[in-house]
């Protein structure tokens, strides 16, 4: 393939973030405005996004409607991002869609010397790609905010969602959660209904004024009426395959979910009264639908779950990366793993509050491994080491009881982890969404 559109679209030269909408929006004007042959369901938040964004996919799938799905950041390979009908983009379709792009955002350049930003070229291909496809629907997901983030660019999508909020990127999005609700709340728009994680009082009543300003109803889950029951372990095909499930059931409903966090089943419960709320807007959606749907989920890398096999321990990849994701993990641990003590592997970037996601996983740790994520920002696994020392200093105080140990790279990082852990124990990597393709790797070259 001669042109590369994955190396175009992170050419350094528009890898800074600058927020804002006029680029993007001539973008897709230059394009013939694709997003105008679909409908979207928007999702922003600061945890739980992708998940929920993946149950309301796989519930739109089932109803039988040709679906796209716009992710980020990718697990393994770019072209995760963008997915129809559960499908990766091809390569070749990538190349396709880029090359238009490309020709329309070098025209901007040239006309105003200002090219579009990496997010915004990755939008409009999506979008472009969703619309060529033929997609009736597509889930966005917010990247960073929601007021100014690229996908706003769409006019009121059926249905805007709110997961929960809490303090991150508080540098771009401001340091209250009342600032922070205020940018995720930039996707209302009058028109459509809006479904918000109950959130604290602050985040709350920001939406609420956001929702009633643009005259559209606010739906929430109700929590009271979810009733989650323990992971079931169970055999399946002629090959004996070991597959965990966690049952719960919403509003009388009964649903099962692959996806084994504790909190899964709260994001279960947000996508399935979004399905709601779209429903109630004419769109075809059966009891049937939202069960297969949630039941077919799926979402690497959070709370992952590897059974152990052939001596080696079991294996939970997470990429919790901020204060309340690894609050979750630790919830998650404590209710899938109960008594056991873990071997964490640990990648976090510098410009995240180590610190405060430490204080959560710190007691349920056995020993701990510290690498860096393969990222600019990553902290030094010297450094993140010490880190980890002091935090368990300050909350066990015992320094001896937290000696972490440094890895030269995720291979080390993966075999040191198993050695420490045995084939019974209970390994878990967290920390930075950048570190998983990294680490399955390694795990692969480990013969896992």
């Known amino acids: 393939m001669e042109f590369d559109p994955i190396a175009y679209i992170n050419e350094p030269r528009w890898q800074a973030s600058r927020l804002g909408l006029d680029r993007i929006r001539e973008l897709l004007d230059r394009l013939g405005r694709p997003q105008d042959r679909m409908r979207f369901v928007h999702v922003a938040g600061t945890n739980g996004k992708g998940s929920t964004s993946a149950f309301l996919s796989s519930i739109l799938r089932a109803a039988g409607l040709c679906t796209g799905l716009f992710t980020s950041p990718f697990i393994e390979t770019f072209e995760e991002r963008i997915r129809v009908d559960g499908r990766s983009i091809s390569l070749e379709d990538l190349a396709a869609v880029t090359l238009e792009v490309k020709d329309h955002a070098e025209a901007m350049a040239a006309e105003t010397g200002d090219h579009p930003t990496e997010f915004e070229l990755m939008t409009a291909v999506a979008i472009e790609h969703f619309a060529r496809s033929g997609c009736q629907v597509a889930v966005l997901e917010v990247g960073l905010g929601g007021r100014l983030d690229s996908t706003n660019v ?79 372990r169970r055999t399946v095909g002629d090959a004996g395959a070991q597959v965990h499930v966690r049952p719960f059931s919403y509003r009388g409903e009964a649903y099962e979910t692959q996806l084994l966090g504790a909190y899964q089943p709260m994001n279960a419960a947000l996508a399935i009264e979004a399905a709601f709320a779209l429903r109630a807007r004419g769109w075809d959606i059966s009891n049937e639908a939202l069960r297969s749907g949630v039941a077919r989920a799926q979402w690497p890398g959070r709370f992952e779950v590897l059974p152990s096999r052939d001596g080696r321990p079991t294996f939970v990849i997470d990429g919790g990366h901020n204060p309340q994701g690894a609050q979750a ?67 066990l105080g015992c320094s001896a009881c937290v000696r972490p140990y440094e890895a030269r790279d995720f291979d080390d990082a993966v075999a040191k982890a198993c050695d420490l852990a045995g084939p019974e124990g209970l390994v878990c990597a967290f920390g930075s969404l950048y570190s998983i393709a990294e680490l399955r790797a390694a795990m692969r070259r480990a013969g896992w």
């Open 154 to 232: 769409i006019d009121a999508p059926e249905v805007a969602v709110i997961t929960r909020i809490g303090l991150d990127h508080t540098a771009l999005l401001g340091t209250t959660l009342a600032a922070i609700a205020g940018e995720k709340a930039g996707i209302v728009k009058a028109g459509s209904t809006v479904v918000s994680w109950p959130q604290g009082a602050e985040a709350m009543a920001v939406i609420e004024r956001a929702a009633c300003a643009c005259g559209d109803t606010l739906e929430k889950p109700d929590f009271s009426q979810l009733n989650v029951e323990p992971v079931e």
């Open 329 to 395: 993990l630790a919830d998650s641990l404590r209710d899938v793993f109960p008594g056991r003590k873990a071997v964490f592997v640990i990648g976090v970037l510098e410009d995240k509050d180590y610190p405060a996601m430490f204080e959560s996983i710190l007691p349920l740790g056995g020993a701990f491994v510290a690498v860096a994520p393969p990222n600019p920002r990553a902290l030094p696994a010297a450094k993140l080491a010490r880190a980890i020392r002091w935090t368990g200093q300050d909350l």
